[in-house]
């Protein structure tokens, strides 16, 4: 192989290697986008999340207050007829 051929041949390597970096830095920044996305959407679905188990706990302790609430006048009542 002659220098020139050499050259010609480095400088195609050289150009392909290019190509290829700029390729994986395309490729690297879709991936980022996409690591992005699905970390604002795991965070949205864990804001959603935590705001339904609060509503669920308030719901449950209200039901608990009521059932509280309705076993103590139910007790009260049987005392009532008792006497």
Known sequence: MNTN????FLTKR???????LENLRLSRRVLMDLLEQ?????NNLSSQLEKKSKHLQRYRKMNQKRTYSQNFELYEFKNYIKE
């Open 38 to 42: 699905i970390e604002k959407e795991k």
């Open 5 to 8: 051929e050499e050259i010609t």
């Open 14 to 20: 050289v150009n392909d290697l290019e190509k290829q």
